[in-house]
């Protein structure tokens, strides 16, 4: 849950915390889609950065929460 500026060795600050904070709550409403949390790092590890760390793969989380929502219009699309 390290953020960006965390883990490049700067100072953490409360901006840290609420990123941390923010990550929790991405593998919580992954969870409430009935989703395994294993299933977002594995997403991040095949159309990222091949690491399931958070602040490397920025990029890729939108295509995360777009395939979340399809699950609410195809809710048999697993």
Same mark, same amino acid.
């Given at each position: #849950? *390290? *953020?960006?500026?965390? @883990?490049? #060795?700067?100072?953490?600050? $409360? $901006? !840290?915390?609420?990123? +941390?904070?923010? /990550?929790?709550?991405?593998?919580?409403?992954? @969870?409430?889609? +009935?989703?395994?949390? *294993? +299933?977002?790092?594995?997403?991040?590890?095949?159309?990222?950065?091949?690491?399931? /760390? #958070?602040?490397?793969?920025? $990029?890729?989380?939108? !295509?995360?929460?777009? @395939?979340?929502?399809?699950?609410?219009?195809?809710?048999?699309?697993?």
């Amino acid at each position: #849950y *390290a *953020a960006p500026e965390v @883990s490049k #060795y700067a100072l953490r600050n $409360s $901006s !840290s915390d609420i990123w +941390s904070l923010g /990550c929790v709550f991405l593998e919580m409403w992954t @969870s409430l889609f +009935s989703v395994p949390v *294993a +299933s977002l790092h594995d997403h991040l590890e095949k159309n990222g950065t091949q690491s399931a /760390c #958070y602040h490397l793969n920025m $990029s890729v989380m939108d !295509s995360w929460f777009i @395939s979340l929502q399809l699950l609410t219009i195809l809710p048999m699309g697993r």
